[in-house]
C-alpha cells in the first residue's frame, strides 16, 4: 500500500507561527539550539524534522506542538481555547509567567503558592476598586 502524503506543509506552518510572534530564524536557533540554515530547510519543505526537533521549536515558540498539526484538536483544547477568551491579555500573560516557573516546583510548593495566592486575594482589594479609591482619596501636597 503506498504511502500517503501529508497534507500538512509542517514547514509553512512553522513560518507561518514564526512570523505571528515576530521572531527569525535567528531567534529560534538561540532558542532551540537549532541552525539557521536547517530552519530554513525545514521552513522551505527540503527537510521534514522529527517529533523532538519539533517539540524544540514549539517550546522555543510557546506554543503546543498539536498546533503544528491542524485538526489534532481534542474537545479539552476547544475548552481550554474558550476559557483563554474569557482572560484578559494581562492575565493570559500572568499565567504564562507562573506556567513557566511552576514546572520546578514540588508538589507541597505548588499548593503553598496556591494557597498564598488564595490569602492574598481574600485581603486585597481588586485592582479596579484600587484605582478608584487611590483616585477619590486627596492629594497631599507636594514639596
Same mark, same amino acid.
Given at each position: 500500500?503506498?504511502?500517503?502524503?501529508?497534507?500538512?506543509?509542517?514547514?509553512?506552518?512553522?513560518?507561518?507561527?514564526?512570523?505571528?510572534? +515576530?521572531?527569525?530564524?535567528? =531567534?529560534?536557533?538561540?532558542?532551540?539550539?537549532?541552525?539557521?540554515?536547517?530552519?530554513?530547510?525545514?521552513?522551505?519543505?527540503?527537510?521534514?524534522?522529527?517529533?523532538?526537533?519539533?517539540? &524544540?521549536?514549539?517550546?522555543?515558540?510557546?506554543? +503546543?506542538?498539536?498546533?503544528?498539526?491542524?485538526?489534532?484538536?481534542?474537545?479539552? =483544547?476547544?475548552?481550554?481555547?474558550?476559557?483563554?477568551?474569557?482572560?484578559?491579555?494581562?492575565?493570559?500573560?500572568?499565567?504564562?509567567?507562573?506556567?513557566?516557573?511552576?514546572?520546578?516546583?514540588?508538589?507541597?510548593? &505548588?499548593?503553598?503558592?496556591? +494557597?498564598?495566592?488564595?490569602?492574598?486575594?481574600?485581603?486585597?482589594?481588586?485592582?479596579? +476598586?484600587?484605582? &478608584?479609591?487611590?483616585?477619590?482619596?486627596?492629594?497631599?501636597?507636594?514639596?
Amino acid at each position: 500500500m503506498p504511502k500517503e502524503k501529508p497534507k500538512v506543509n509542517i514547514g509553512q506552518v512553522i513560518r507561518a507561527y514564526r512570523g505571528q510572534r +515576530a521572531l527569525s530564524q535567528g =531567534d529560534i536557533e538561540r532558542r532551540t539550539g537549532l541552525l539557521r540554515c536547517y530552519l530554513s530547510r525545514v521552513e522551505n519543505g527540503h527537510t521534514v524534522p522529527s517529533l523532538e526537533t519539533l517539540a &524544540k521549536i514549539a517550546e522555543a515558540m510557546d506554543i +503546543a506542538l498539536a498546533d503544528f498539526f491542524p485538526g489534532a484538536e481534542t474537545q479539552h =483544547d476547544r475548552e481550554t481555547q474558550k476559557m483563554l477568551g474569557e482572560l484578559s491579555e494581562d492575565e493570559i500573560r500572568f499565567l504564562s509567567e507562573i506556567k513557566k516557573h511552576s514546572s520546578t516546583l514540588s508538589d507541597g510548593d &505548588k499548593r503553598l503558592v496556591l +494557597a498564598m495566592i488564595r490569602k492574598m486575594a481574600t485581603i486585597a482589594p481588586p485592582p479596579q +476598586a484600587a484605582r &478608584k479609591s487611590a483616585a477619590a482619596a486627596p492629594r497631599r501636597p507636594g514639596f
